[in-house]
């Protein structure tokens, strides 16, 4: 599903983002990505939805050889890839259904696909009653649940998360955990960054550790084995 064969970043003029990475994540895969800051996570985040272009190495999304892909082509990509991070905040002044429907309305999706598809993902997210709130009449773990809803409008393959329970209280962390268990169970790839030592070892799955730009450990029941 993801492959990255020698894959490096390099910002100019020379700070290593990442350095000679090589790894496989299979179609339906739960992978935590840990490391401390400045491990390059973020950057490996990047990478895969194209925000980045590696320096050196191949980058494969379901056979699909992103490395060099064209701009009209991203798109595409990020159909395949539903991303929730930090930085791609809700629009304040639009109402949960209109965040959520936004991103099928600019590409051009029909209303009568997005009118069957909004319900479903907001089911998901279990926000389907809250559908005509503005995100300031919700609380840290319902936005960020509508956030996941609209990574999941395109139905992605993957999805990929950097921090999605950075701002959360550990009952919401453990909430926005178990929405990704499920999204996981329907067969979505889960890639999730983060630096929570206890979901890390509570989800019991394939823990990836980044240092200095390098793969440090893979383990398939990993344990979070960083300093805090
Ligand atoms: N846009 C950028 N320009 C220059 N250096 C960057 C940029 N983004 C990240 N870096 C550097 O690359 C390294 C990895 O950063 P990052 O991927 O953000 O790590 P993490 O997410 O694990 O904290 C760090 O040394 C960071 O300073
Ligand atoms: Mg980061």
Request: hydrophobic share 40%; no cysteine.
């Amino acid at each position: 599903m993801i492959r990255l064969e020698g894959v490096s970043k390099i910002y100019p003029p020379d700070v290593h983002g990442l350095r000679d990475i090589t790894l496989d994540i299979d179609p339906g895969e739960f992978v935590s990505i840990v490391g401390q800051s400045g491990a390059g996570k973020t950057t490996l985040a990047r990478l895969l939805i194209a925000e980045e272009q590696p320096t050196r190495g191949k980058i494969e999304i379901g056979g699909w050889d992103i490395t060099r892909i064209r701009s009209r082509r991203i798109p595409d990509l990020r159909r395949q890839v539903g991303v929730v991070f930090q930085d791609f905040k809700l629009l304040p002044k639009k109402t949960v259904w209109e965040n959520v429907t936004f991103a099928l309305e600019v590409s051009g999706v029909p209303t009568r696909r997005i009118r069957d598809v909004t319900p479903q993902v907001l089911k998901i997210v279990g926000l389907e009653e809250k559908a005509e709130r503005f995100p300031y009449q919700l609380s840290g773990g319902e936005q960020q649940r509508v956030v996941i809803a609209r990574a999941l409008v395109h139905r992605p393959k993957i999805l990929l998360a950097d921090e999605p329970t950075g701002n959360l209280d550990s009952i919401n962390t453990r909430d926005i955990i178990d929405l990704l268990l499920k999204i996981n169970a329907f067969g979505t790839t889960i890639v999730l960054v983060t630096h929570n030592r206890e979901v890390v070892n509570a989800l019991r799955r394939r823990v990836i550790t980044l240092a200095n730009g390098q793969v440090a450990a893979d383990h398939k029941e990993g344990k979070y084995l960083l300093p805090t």
